[in-house]
T-cell receptor, first 114, second 114 residues
Framework: GESVGLHLPTLSVQEGDNSIINCAYSNSASDYFIWYKQESGKGPQFIIDIRSNMDKRQGQRVTVLLNKTVKHLSLQIAATQPGDSAVYFCAENSGSGNTGKLIFGQGTTLQVKP | KAGVTQTPRYLIKTRGQQVTLSCSPISGHRSVSWYQQTPGQGLQFLFEYFSETQRNKGNFPGRFSGRQFSNSRSEMNVSTLELGDSALYLC?????????????FGPGTRLTVL
């Protein structure tokens, strides 16, 4: 069945360093991927998305890389700040993002040390 | 612009009871999806409603149901509650036609079943 997984449950980084959060997916039909950030007591917050016809997309301090050959997705956060501390989820959609059905990974907790 | 709102925020029920949760999407958003979040299973898709019709459904028993009204507001119902239904229930809305693919999540309803 479909599954989206992350490699590490917890990632601890020093403030100012770059963070890389990884995700593997299994559905070859996936064509739209999203990264969400969830802070304690809040719902997931959209960070950045990427379609399968791209291999890289950049936002403000964040970059998502997609490697379809090995079905791997990563989120890079530049100059990590204490406010980046949260749980990060990758999610997959096989309807080009036109439906609301997302398959989520288990999440990586990012801890930023001051 | 107001975000996705969910009511109530917290709920305590006992086994065998039924519960109704409410979600108001962002103004102009026509797709509403529901997710269940638990520590063990993570974020799991329940169903999606668009134009008052369910158009996607996850792998949950028939005790979980939902509906959408003409103003796009949505409710989900869980009947014959079980202890395992204790979770954070998240609602997400999406603009659809002409809009981006981003889904915006509400803060969730924390359901505890005793």
């Amino acid at each position: 069945g479909e599954s989206v997984g992350l490699h590490l449950p917890t990632l601890s980084v020093q403030e100012g360093d770059n963070s890389i959060i990884n995700c593997a997916y299994s559905n070859s039909a996936s064509d739209y991927f999203i990264w969400y950030k969830q802070e304690s007591g809040k719902g997931p917050q959209f960070i950045i998305d990427i379609r399968s016809n791209m291999d890289k997309r950049q936002g403000q301090r964040v970059t998502v890389l997609l490697n379809k050959t090995v079905k791997h997705l990563s989120l890079q956060i530049a100059a990590t700040q204490p406010g980046d501390s949260a749980v990060y989820f990758c999610a997959e959609n096989s309807g080009s993002g036109n439906t609301g059905k997302l398959i989520f990974g288990q999440g990586t907790t990012l801890q930023v040390k001051p | 612009k107001a975000g996705v709102t969910q009511t109530p925020r917290y709920l305590i029920k006992t086994r065998g009871q039924q519960v109704t949760l409410s979600c108001s999407p962002i103004s102009g958003h026509r797709s509403v999806s529901w997710y269940q979040q638990t520590p063990g299973q993570g974020l799991q898709f329940l169903f999606e409603y668009f134009s008052e019709t369910q158009r996607n459904k996850g792998n949950f028993p028939g005790r979980f149901s939902g509906r959408q009204f003409s103003n796009s507001r949505s409710e989900m119902n869980v009947s014959t509650l079980e202890l395992g239904d204790s979770a954070l229930y998240l609602c997400a809305s999406k603009r659809m036609a002409g809009g981006g693919n981003e889904q915006f999540f509400g803060p969730g309803t924390r359901l505890t079943v005793l």
